[in-house]
């Protein structure tokens, strides 16, 4: 049985309260190589370092999600520069910008995004990248600070996924890209050279189809790699290799010091 690496998952959401440890143990024996549990906050960040403390597979990566950082504390930085240096951690996640909800403060949310990029770079640690309704703002800091990072859950064009190859960025897909109304992310999909391109889930969200509207969970990853290997024009075998060789060479698993 193939394992496949889930770059992004949210295991500290309440969605997993009921069965959290034997989902994980289930998952890392059976279907996945790695995980990357992502924070959304400073608590979540320190939750998901704990629970990569107890699962060989699973690591975390810390930071503030920008639908969060109205309610985090100026001092945040502090905190989360102490967090990252834990030995799994193994990236800055998930930063970004999102103009979906209102109130909407855009220039708190900027500054938050690039305070963690600097850290990132500082720390030498790669950046997990959220993007919603933002494109023209989220590009223009892209393009200055061109992190090596991964832009998450993309459903991009062509023309934006080439720019973030040209920064030298990775691309991820989550089960969107199964999704009847996808066109976009298939194409750029198809357009994205295979060494650039990881899976995820973004569970519990963004269940694949045949799931949707479920809880997702890392096990569900199998369905965005069939796609892929569907929409690449290769076996599932090649492709699952080839992305879970791009995790590993992202995010340096195991590699880093305690
Ligand atoms: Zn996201
Ligand atoms: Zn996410």
Aim: proline share 3%; aromatic share 8%; with cysteine.
């Amino acid at each position: 049985m193939m394992k496949i690496t889930d770059t992004h998952a949210h295991y500290d959401d309440e969605a997993f309260d009921s069965d959290r440890d034997e989902l994980l143990s289930e998952l890392l024996a059976d279907k996945c190589e790695k995980i990357v549990s992502l924070g959304c906050d400073i608590e979540k960040s320190r939750f998901n370092i704990a629970l990569a403390e107890r699962f060989d597979g699973l690591y975390a990566a810390v930071g503030v999600h920008p639908e969060n950082c109205a309610d985090v504390k100026d001092g945040y930085l502090d905190e989360l520069k102490e967090l990252a240096k834990h030995p799994k951690v193994c990236a800055i996640g998930e930063i970004g910008l999102d103009y979906h909800w209102e109130p909407l403060d855009k220039q708190r949310q900027i500054r938050f995004f690039r305070e963690q990029l600097e850290l990132a770079r500082e720390l030498n640690l790669p950046v997990c990248v959220h993007s919603r309704d933002c494109t023209g703002d989220i590009m223009d800091i892209l393009r200055e600070y061109k992190p090596n990072g991964v832009m998450h859950c993309f459903s991009g064009s062509i023309e934006v996924a080439d720019e973030l190859l040209s920064f030298g960025m990775m691309i991820s897909f989550t089960g969107l890209l199964t999704f009847k109304n996808a066109k976009k992310a298939v194409e750029a999909a198809r357009h994205i050279p295979l060494d650039r391109i990881m899976l995820e889930t973004d569970c519990p969200y963004m269940a694949p189809v045949p799931h949707r509207g479920e809880r997702n969970d890392s096990g569900y990853v199998i369905h965005t790699a069939e796609k892929l290997a569907e929409i690449k024009e290769l076996t599932l075998e090649e492709t699952v290799r080839a992305c879970n060789e791009n995790a590993e060479r992202f995010f340096r698993f195991g590699q880093k010091k305690g």
